[in-house]
Structure formats: C-alpha cells, structure tokens
C-alpha cells in the first residue's frame, strides 16, 4: 500500500469539511474555525488544513476575509446539482434552457434599454462563428451573449438561475458543437435580439421558440430511431 500523499490528504480534508457544511455545522455567513482547530478536529497537518480549505474557497464553498478569518458562503454542493442536472438527459435540459430563455426574452422586451440592446449587440458580435475559435472559447462567448439577455430581465433571480444552470448549458451548445444537433445560426441569434427590441413579450418570446425549435426536432429524431 502506497503511503498518503499531502495532495490525497488536501483532497480528503476537503471531502470532509464540504461535508460538515453541507451538513449545516456552520451556516451560511457563520465564520469556520481557525487552522489550529481544524486541524486537531480533522487530525491533518495546518498545511494541509490549508490546502483543504484554499480549494474549499475556489469551489466557492468558503471565503477568506484577511484579519478576519474564513466564512462559509454556500451549503450547497453544486457538483451533487449537477450531477442530478446531467442525470435529466439532454431533452430536459434544451427544455429547461428554452423556458430560461424565452421568459428572459420576454422580460426583456418590455424592461430593456437603448444602452442595454447595444450591450447585446456588441455580445453577438463577439460571438463569432463556431469554426473562428477553440470550442471552449466559442462556448464562453455563446453563453455571454444568452446571459446578458437574462441579464437585461431584469429579474435577479433568473441571473443566478443561469449562473447556476451554466455548467449545463455548456453541456447543451457542447452538443451542438460535437455534430449532435443543429447549432443556431448567427441570424437566429439576430431574431431572438430584433424580438426584444420590438418591445413585444410574446414576439421576443415566440423568437427563442422558434430559435430552438430545429434543435427539438433533431431530438425527436434521434430519440425515435
């Protein structure tokens, strides 16, 4: 048997305070115990207590206030959501990501503003085409533009829906990418922005249907063989 490493141990720490807050034995915004108590009640060296909870904060778990000390910022376990998310199957989530969006397209319509419309122009631009950059890159401009229609809600709790449901929509444009589906073309995408700027809900929403219908029908398609 291979002795610990401090990497396996950092890991293992980790494993064992995510549990304890998301078990609630510190609530949310509740300041966690210093590095010395930790590390008694773990049984692991200070270093590794260090490691444990720097990892801990880039998972967003914790957050390190300097002269303050450390607080707990989510109970929560996102990978655990995610997992359940991935576990819905593709359909589920083009249908979730498509009830996001049109009620955000919706919203926008009647809450946007010039300056607002112009932001969302200079995104779509920015998007590009699939073929002029890395599939990650394309990724990350795709979900900018459709996040700063959300945005444009005006509806703080779909932002964070979105911010949440991200890692999934990654997987659902991924999808497209990788030749599964159809991938929306740049004058879709125009459609979806002309629809909010008409300043009809109904109009903006019917436009984000119409945008993800060719993705339902592949679908179909494919579940039917």
Same mark, same amino acid.
């Given at each position: 048997? @291979?002795?610990? /490493?401090?990497?396996?141990?950092?890991?293992? $720490?980790?494993?064992?305070?995510? *549990?304890? !807050?998301?078990?609630?034995?510190?609530?949310?915004g509740e300041r966690i115990p210093n590095e010395a108590a930790l590390s008694e009640?773990l049984s692991v060296s200070r270093g590794t207590v260090r490691e444990a909870v &720097?990892?801990?904060?880039?998972?967003?778990?914790?957050?390190?206030?300097?002269?303050?000390? /450390?607080?707990? *910022?989510?109970?929560?376990?996102?990978?655990?959501?995610?997992?359940?998310?991935?576990?819905?199957?593709?359909?589920?989530?083009? #249908? $979730?990501? /498509?009830?996001?969006? $049109? %009620?955000?397209?919706?919203?926008?319509?009647?809450?946007?503003?010039?300056?607002?419309?112009?932001?969302?122009?200079?995104?779509?631009?920015?998007r590009g085409k699939p073929a002029e950059s890395a599939p990650e890159d394309f !990724? &990350? &401009?795709?979900?900018?533009?459709?996040?700063?229609? =959300?945005?444009?809600?005006?509806?703080?709790?779909?932002? %964070?829906?979105?911010?949440?449901?991200?890692?999934?929509?990654?997987?659902? !444009?991924?999808? /497209?990418?990788?030749?599964?589906? +159809?991938? +929306?073309?740049? *004058?879709?995408? *125009?459609?979806?922005?002309?629809? !909010?700027?008409?300043?009809? +809900?109904?109009?903006?929403?019917?436009?984000?249907? $119409?945008?993800?219908? +060719? =993705?339902?029908? #592949?679908?179909?398609?494919?579940?039917? @063989?």
């Open positions: 048997m @291979q002795p610990a /490493t401090r990497t396996n141990l950092a890991d293992s $720490a980790a494993d064992s305070l995510r *549990t304890e !807050i998301v078990g609630g034995r510190w609530a949310l009640m &720097r990892a801990l904060v880039s998972q967003g778990f914790l957050e390190t206030r300097q002269g303050s000390g /450390t607080y707990v *910022t989510s109970t929560v376990d996102p990978g655990a959501a995610l997992m359940r998310m991935k576990r819905a199957g593709l359909r589920d989530l083009w #249908e $979730a990501r /498509t009830a996001l969006d $049109a %009620e955000a397209a919706r919203l926008a319509a009647m809450r946007h503003t010039p300056a607002g419309l112009q932001r969302i122009r200079r995104l779509l631009e920015e !990724i &990350r &401009r795709d979900i900018a533009f459709h996040r700063g229609i =959300v945005e444009m809600s005006g509806n703080r709790a779909m932002v %964070e829906l979105y911010d949440f449901f991200t890692a999934s929509i990654a997987e659902t !444009i991924n999808s /497209t990418l990788a030749g599964e589906l +159809p991938e +929306p073309d740049t *004058t879709a995408h *125009t459609a979806i922005l002309e629809g !909010i700027a008409s300043g009809n +809900p109904d109009h903006a929403a019917a436009t984000v249907r $119409a945008f993800m219908a +060719p =993705v339902f029908l #592949e679908l179909d398609r494919l579940l039917s @063989q």
